[in-house]
């Protein structure tokens, strides 16, 4: 079975055709990241306006790529939210089209469902399950106990952690995106400042905006004294106890729930602290791991296509009605 997956809940206007939801056959990302860096992060409606030029030259350039035609084609899966309603209004309008021209299934994918269904197009997925969920708009524990079975554990109280990297990243002066290159200057740096770890208590939710505040106010108190930052080893300090305020939640989840596997999602899975603490941590407690490869960390169609595989097996299709939301729960 082919499925089109389209994606455009952000700044990446993306297709995909995945073949029974494991095997990409082809993929196509028009970015935005350069055209978005000038202001410091994404403006909506400059983001909607790039979508409409670029969703039919990435339509044509996907079938090209794969040799293939519409009528290849057996349903096609869209990312109706969360994200900007702009955006999302674009690539939902064009899968509607195409829906009604060629008289396909429409199948309503919610943007996390995808991030997590990218591991499928990397591992085949055993439950039960526990996701991690880390992006720049969310930080989530998803358990499944079976395909498109999604119960929450916990989530953010505040920032996500990508957003929150993305903010203390424009505090040490990084051009935008900030997450990935606090990330690289972490590695040259030491954790010699002093952070407090957000929300370490018995519960599965996770809080960062007072790890960014506290951020703020140490460069500031140092800059008061008349001290000079050393900006590769707060990006060290910050990113070790963001990390171990993931990892500790994780640690927890794992003991307290009977899986088989752990997952990690979203554009933060990139992380090289994540993916090393998150490989330690599945190695001593003896449950099996997945990340998806760095492609399919970002927004793509590969994982909108993944999911609406398994969302058309669970009975999940819309009709021309369907519209977009800017915020939605997975569970």
Do not use: W
């Amino acid at each position: 079975m082919y499925i089109l997956g389209i994606e455009s809940s952000c700044d990446e206007t993306s297709m995909s055709i995945i073949k029974n939801g494991r095997e990409e056959i082809a993929t196509v990302i028009s970015s935005q990241i350069d055209i978005h860096k000038e202001y410091g992060g994404v403006v909506p409606e400059i983001a909607s306006r790039n979508h409409v030029k670029n969703v039919t030259i990435v339509l044509e350039e996907c079938l090209e790529k794969a040799n293939m035609t519409m009528d290849d084609i057996d349903a096609i899966a869209i990312t109706y939210g969360p994200g900007l309603i702009g955006s999302l209004l674009v690539g939902l309008e064009a899968a509607k089209t195409l829906a009604f021209l060629y008289n396909k299934p429409l199948i309503p994918v919610h943007h996390i469902a995808g991030h997590i269904y990218a591991n499928s197009l990397v591992s085949e997925l055993e439950f039960p399950l526990l996701a991690l969920v880390v992006s720049g708009g969310h930080t989530e524990i998803i358990k499944m106990t079976d395909h498109y079975k999604f119960e929450k554990l916990g989530g953010t109280l505040d920032d996500a952690i990508g957003e929150c990297y993305d903010k203390v990243a424009r505090v040490l002066d990084l051009e935008y995106p900030g997450g990935p290159k606090l990330d690289k200057m972490a590695h040259e740096g030491y954790p010699n400042y002093k952070l407090p770890v957000p929300l370490n208590d018995d519960s599965y939710n996770f809080s960062f905006s007072g790890l960014k505040s506290a951020v703020i106010n140490l460069v500031h108190n140092e800059e008061q004294r008349g001290n000079e930052i050393d900006k590769t080893d707060l990006a060290a300090s910050f990113q070790k106890v963001a990390v171990e305020s993931i990892i500790i939640k994780m640690e927890k989840a794992i003991k307290e729930n009977d899986i088989k596997m752990v997952i990690v999602a979203g554009g933060v899975a990139a992380n090289s602290a994540i993916r090393e603490e998150m490989t330690k941590l599945c190695e001593r407690e003896k449950v099996k791991l997945s990340i998806p490869d760095f492609k399919y960390c970002t927004d793509n169609g590969a994982m909108i296509g993944a999911a609406g595989y398994y969302a058309y097996l669970d009975g999940r299709e819309a009709d021309l009605k369907l519209n977009s939301v800017s915020q939605d729960k997975l569970a």
